[in-house]
């Protein structure tokens, strides 16, 4: 089942942050993030396993609350580079496919 | 060393016509995924290969669409008949050991059916 995410599209100034989340009605064994610069191919970010835990990567953040089947992406103190589209993928505990949601889109304006 | 690889890069056919797009993934990879990206949209699930297991084909939107990997590498993916809704990008994805890792994406074929 496709994962849902919010807000579709976000605007920000430099430096401004950002939350971006993430949400399936199944219970989930994982979940990662992806993001796809215009006209590139998605690049991975991040894995988070049940268990709640949650990684950084740069100033690039996330969480996983497994009994909310939730996980939301933190944007810091944003660069113009993070613009992009980011997908959330999930893995529920009862498949073994990654299902990637519709994406957000952020842009950061200088 | 070397990424995701696909062939070819852009694919004009007219409606009607077979198609064939191939995805080199990464050595060792076991696991590989074929997506289709229409402008502005996100990532549709196909296809995904896990090593010797039977393929997961609940994605292929039709049966002209299917799709093969040969020795546990190079894959296939066959669009018979194409119709302009097929127009998209299709990417490759391969992982190490399945949807549990990251996934190493392909630069995408871009296919317009006229």
């Known amino acids: 089942q496709q994962p849902v995410q919010s807000p579709q599209a976000v605007i920000l100034r430099e430096g401004e942050d950002a939350v971006i989340n993430c949400s399936s009605s199944k219970a989930l064994y994982s979940v990662h993030w992806y993001r796809q610069k215009h006209g590139e191919a998605p690049v991975f970010l991040m894995i988070l396993l049940k268990g709640g835990e949650q990684k950084g990567h740069e100033k690039i953040s996330a969480s996983f609350n497994e009994k909310k089947q939730q996980s939301s992406l933190y944007l810091t103190a944003s660069q113009l580079s993070y613009s992009g589209t980011y997908f959330c993928?999930?893995?529920?505990?009862?498949?073994?496919?990654?299902?990637f949601g519709e994406g957000t889109q952020l842009t950061v304006n200088p | 060393g070397a990424g995701v690889s696909q062939s070819p890069s852009n694919k004009v056919t007219e409606k009607g016509k077979d198609v064939e797009l191939r995805c080199d993934p990464i050595s060792g990879h076991t696991a590989l995924y074929w997506y289709r990206q229409s402008l502005g949209q996100g990532l549709e699930f196909l296809i995904y290969f896990q090593g010797n297991s039977a393929p997961d084909k609940s994605g292929l939107p039709s049966d002209r669409f299917s799709a093969e990997r040969t020795g546990g590498s190079v894959s296939t993916l066959t669009i018979q008949r194409t119709q302009q809704e097929d127009s998209a990008v299709y990417l490759c994805?391969?992982?190490?050991?399945?949807?549990?890792?990251?996934?190493?994406f392909g630069p995408g074929t871009r296919l317009t059916v006229l």
């Open positions: 994805a391969s992982s190490f050991r399945g949807s549990y890792n990251e996934q190493f």
């Open positions: 993928g999930t893995v529920e505990t009862s498949g073994s496919r990654l299902t």
